[in-house]
């Protein structure tokens, strides 16, 4: 293990003194955070109130559209063409412009200075749909309460039922929770498996690994950089979790305050009915991120278990696919070469990235039950399923134990694969390598 | 005298050619031994199977008598031909790493380092990138590295490659004081001139089989043709009256001002019996032994093999 540990040592330290490690690493979460917190701001700003001036053909059946805290109608006794003379001149975000056939149409303008965001924009639609409605109901004699009696919004509730007779609501929900977690560990399967093949073929192109190999076996150097990359990817993956958060939090709390704070919200939740009502009514609009609701999307995920699988199955793949990188390095003499290599080891990865945007809709069909069980694509697709939960209403246990055993399996065939081709192949210069070369490989004796 | 390593009956096969052929040597401790032969003929194979970076398939390899295993590792200094340093690595930080992984302590390796570094002047490189260095001083660090922890045995293939006369010396000055100091040396390279002088022993290989192996005096005593280089004054007619029929004058040619000729004798005669013959005609200014070099004595063997195969 002493020499293993020197080689790990190495590994990780070359790598994470490197100036361009320090800058990703400190920059990647300053980028996240800044893309969050634009897109919260951007959320804010939508808080301005739209001035809308109304010209309504139907004069005087939209004098009642009513204003709120984010839409001031001023109806407006005039035409279009005097409107729109007058509009730059005007205090006024927007034009609404009523045609006399609209209950046929079912179509109003809302002309604009600066687009309105697409919330706003819903908000008048909304109110203005009403007001047709209300005006087609007295047109064709239909009482409001039996219109809406009649009125039908149909859905089908899936309800999971096990042979405990336990049932319970599908969510698929939280398979898109389960398919972030699998993004990361594609994204980190690719970037650290290229790492360890860049760093056996930086071995191999400046000839210090016959050097290396007389002093510890070949599979020593090859698991040390590996582990050693691995090291590096946990490294920088807690840095920019620890990093994210903090920066979300301080932005957050600096420029928004209370406005996004949850406890602030649910405090005031506590006060009156009427408060209550307001406000999540407006928080539904501000920020679906109510911590506070049990309903809400973080709530609903089980993070131990979650954050369990997301370390063995990206472990697991980890090792199994770095271990190939590594194989690929050691026989060839350059990047270039690698072209012929790489697609076939990283088919597996892309189809079960591509396939897993399928599974996020049906995590229990047969498609993703195969690929979470096979090695090469399981890391991934497993924990789009996982995330509805596992055992008695979820994925079966024993579905998840086979996944993980295989995965054991698969990791330990690829690193005693990728060892034999490894030790010759970083022996082997100045030859282009083939697929029967590397098959020789593999049956000599050592 | 004992010996330091050997192979016995080793055997290396790939799929496509044998690199080696039931090879046996013997290498005695504390002497410089020559593992010679031309590109490809099995050395480097023969190496690594040593370095147990990759195993014979038939025979086995003795050091100090016993089998080779993992702990004759930190006995063994390596410089591989295809050589070469991590270039983005400090040269203090990479020298310490190379011999930690050979076994030393870290704190060991350090004061070693320092002590090397400054007896070859270089101290002030520590902290500089490999690739700030120039190819000589890579070879020297190299070389520094190899050497450093002690090792019983040192193994240098094609060691000169890429130095330049200085510090070969200063390298074989080196080697020469390792010598001293109890380590045994093996030499591999296909560059027979640039060692024999350095060896005490050799071994030729030629297409994956040995075809020679001994004490270099031994061999030379063997090959020598009993061969004279007469330098002289007088005439040529003269110097050519002078032999006797057991003499054979194989080449003359002037030189400055004097005559310089080739001369075989028979088996049974000397250098004395030729000076007396001569003496009495010519004025003689220099006579020396004509010891064939290891090139010729490569060339001879391998023509003899061919000729008993063919």
Not at chain 1, 211 to 237: D, H, N
Not at chain 2, 7 to 16: C, G, H, I, M, T
Request: aromatic share 10%.
């Amino acid at each position: 293990m002493g020499k293993i540990g020197l080689i790990i040592e190495r590994e990780y330290l070359s790598r994470v003194k490197k100036k361009s490690f320090v800058i990703l690493t400190l920059l990647g979460p300053l980028l996240i955070a800044g893309i969050i917190s634009l897109v919260l701001w951007l959320g804010l700003e939508d808080n301005q109130i739209q001035n809308i001036l109304v010209v309504d053909q139907k004069k005087p059946v939209f004098a009642n559209l009513e204003s709120d805290t984010r839409v001031q109608f001023t109806y407006g006794d005039m035409n279009l063409e005097d409107a729109k003379k007058s509009f730059f001149e005007s205090g006024f975000d927007g034009i609404l412009f009523i045609p006399s056939n609209i209950e046929r149409s079912n179509l109003a303008q809302l002309y604009f200075k600066k687009q309105p965001s697409v919330v706003a924009q819903r908000n008048i639609e909304n109110k203005v749909e009403s007001i047709v409605e209300e005006l087609k109901l007295r047109q064709y004699k239909i009482d409001r309460k039996e219109f809406y009696d009649v009125k039908t919004n149909f859905f089908v509730q899936p309800i999971k039922f096990s042979e405990t007779g336990k049932e319970e609501k599908v969510d698929n929900e939280r398979t898109f929770v389960g398919f972030a977690f699998g993004l990361m560990i594609y994204l980190f399967i690719f970037l650290y498996g290229v790492q360890v093949m860049r760093g056996v073929i930086e071995e191999k192109t400046s000839r210090i690994v016959e050097v290396i190999i007389s002093s510890v076996k070949p599979f020593q150097l090859m698991m040390g950089k590996i582990l050693g990359v691995a090291l590096v990817g946990l490294t920088q993956f807690l840095v920019w979790i620890v990093l994210t958060f903090t920066i979300v939090t301080a932005v957050t709390a600096i420029f928004f305050g209370d406005q996004l704070n949850p406890e602030f919200i649910s405090n005031q939740t506590q006060m009156t009915p009427e408060v209550m009502q307001q406000v999540q009514g407006e928080n539904q609009m501000n920020n679906q991120f109510n911590l506070a609701d049990p309903e809400n999307i973080i709530n609903r995920i089980n993070f131990p278990l979650m954050i369990g699988l997301f370390l063995f199955y990206f472990l697991g793949g980890y090792l199994l696919y770095a271990a190939l990188f590594a194989a690929v390095g050691s026989a060839v003499d350059n990047e270039t070469d690698t072209q012929q290599f790489m697609f076939p080891m990283t088919a597996p990865l892309i189809l079960a990235y591509v396939m897993s945007t399928f599974i996020v809709q049906n995590p229990e069909g047969p498609l993703a039950f195969w690929f979470s069980i096979i090695p090469l694509t399981s890391p991934i697709v497993m924990l789009v399923r996982v995330a509805i939960g596992v055992g008695e209403g979820g994925i079966p246990l024993w579905e998840v134990g086979l996944s993980m055993g295989l995965l054991i399996l698969g990791f330990i065939g690829a690193v005693w694969l990728a060892g034999k081709i490894y030790r010759t192949g970083i022996l082997m210069y100045g030859k282009k390598v083939s697929y029967k070369e590397i098959w020789k490989w593999l049956r000599y004796s050592s | 005298m004992s010996v330091q390593l050997e192979a016995r009956n080793v055997s290396k096969f790939y799929s496509n050619h044998r690199a080696l052929t039931d090879v046996s040597i013997s290498i005695p401790k504390q002497s410089i031994f020559g593992l010679l032969g031309p590109n490809g003929a099995g050395k480097t194979s023969l190496i690594r199977i040593i370095n147990q970076i990759t195993a014979p398939d038939e025979g086995e390899i003795l050091m100090d008598g016993k089998v080779l295993d993992a702990q004759h590792i930190s006995k063994i200094g390596y410089l591989p031909e295809e050589r070469g340093l991590y270039k983005k690595m400090k040269v203090g930080e990479q020298a310490m790493y190379l011999c930690r992984l050979k076994g030393l302590s870290a704190k060991e390796a350090k004061t070693q380092l320092k002590d090397w570094f400054e007896r070859f002047d270089i101290i002030d490189w520590w902290d500089k990138k490999i690739e700030e260095l120039s190819k000589g001083m890579q070879q020297k660090i190299q070389f520094i590295v190899t050497v450093l922890h002690k090792p019983d045995l040192i193994i240098l293939d094609e060691p000169f490659s890429g130095f330049d006369p200085i510090n070969t010396n200063l390298i074989k000055d080196e080697i020469l004081a390792l010598k001293d100091q109890g380590s045994t040396i093996i030499f591999s390279t296909h560059n027979m001139s640039s060692v024999e002088e350095m060896c005490d022993h050799i071994a030729l290989i030629n297409k994956s089989k040995k075809i020679l192996e001994g004490s270099v005096d031994e061999i030379k005593d063997t090959y020598k043709n009993n061969e004279y280089e007469v330098l002289f004054k007088g005439n040529k007619m003269a110097f050519t009256n002078a032999l006797w029929t057991g003499a054979e004058l194989k080449d003359i040619s002037e030189e400055k001002s004097m005559l310089k000729a080739h001369v075989k004798i028979a088996e049974s005669a000397n250098s004395n019996d030729l000076l007396s013959n001569l003496l009495p005609h010519v004025e003689i200014h220099g006579l020396k032994e004509v010891i064939p070099s290891m090139n010729d004595i490569f060339i001879q063997k391998v023509t003899e093999i061919n000729q008993t195969n063919g």
